[in-house]
């Protein structure tokens, strides 16, 4: 059989599925061509009653020949430079959005080749946990729990917690009351039987919002290792 590379130009008008050959070996060719390694979006949880300046950026191969993003709230984000740029900032964002990254070769064999990629941001209350120099949960105050040393995004239950504490004082662990009650705590590799109580607190960015308090510990001196288990 004759080669193709021994036809010059033959190979142009060869048909092959609706494509010349020559256009499908230069496919073959590019392979994956354009791709988009990573697209993040930082940070990707704001405290619900907040804001917060969104830091995106992204890593891609191949050739670019233009690229779009994408705010879900409020549109097209301006890049200063549309084949260059791997970073971009969205300053305020107050509400969740999904940010879209659209990546085009326009030069690639076979027409345009594009790739899409998105990342969202959401928002949530925080959990706190740490010691407090007070047993009745009926005298905690907003400031009380959310000067604690933990805090985490309180979206789920099961978490295990190690710290120091700094100051004598009563363990305490507060979620939102809108979480399912944890089924068990444990303090040091022990199941302790937690003291609740439900109120109303007022988070970092003034939200009120109802929480439960569980006390899980008698006085605790400062500069003692602990464990928190929390069962979902």
Known sequence: MTKL????GYATY??????SVADVLAE???????????????PSIVEVGGAADIDLEWALSGTVTGQTLTDSIEGAIALGDPVADRAANQ?????????????????????????????????????????????????????DVNGMSQAWWATGIARTLTFTTAADGYLWYSQPSSLADPSAFKVGGFVIA???????????TGQVVSYNDFRL?????AGT????????
């Open 217 to 221: 510990s008698d006085l605790v001196p």
């Open 194 to 204: 937690a003291e609740k109580t439900t109120r109303n607190h007022t988070t970092a």
């Open 91 to 143: 300053p305020g964002v107050d509400s969740p959005r999904t940010f879209t990254l659209s990546v085009q070769n326009a030069d690639a064999p076979g027409g345009v080749d594009e790739k899409v990629a998105t990342v969202a941001v959401s928002f949530a209350n925080k959990g706190h946990a740490g010691t407090i120099n007070k047993s009745d949960g009926a005298t905690l105050t907003s400031g």
């Open 5 to 8: 590379s021994l036809l010059p």
């Open 225 to 232: 290792a602990i464990l928190i288990e929390v069962i979902a």
């Open 14 to 19: 060869i048909d092959y599925d609706g494509r």
């Open 28 to 42: 073959l060719e590019y392979g994956e061509g354009l791709s988009i390694g990573s697209f993040t979006a930082t």
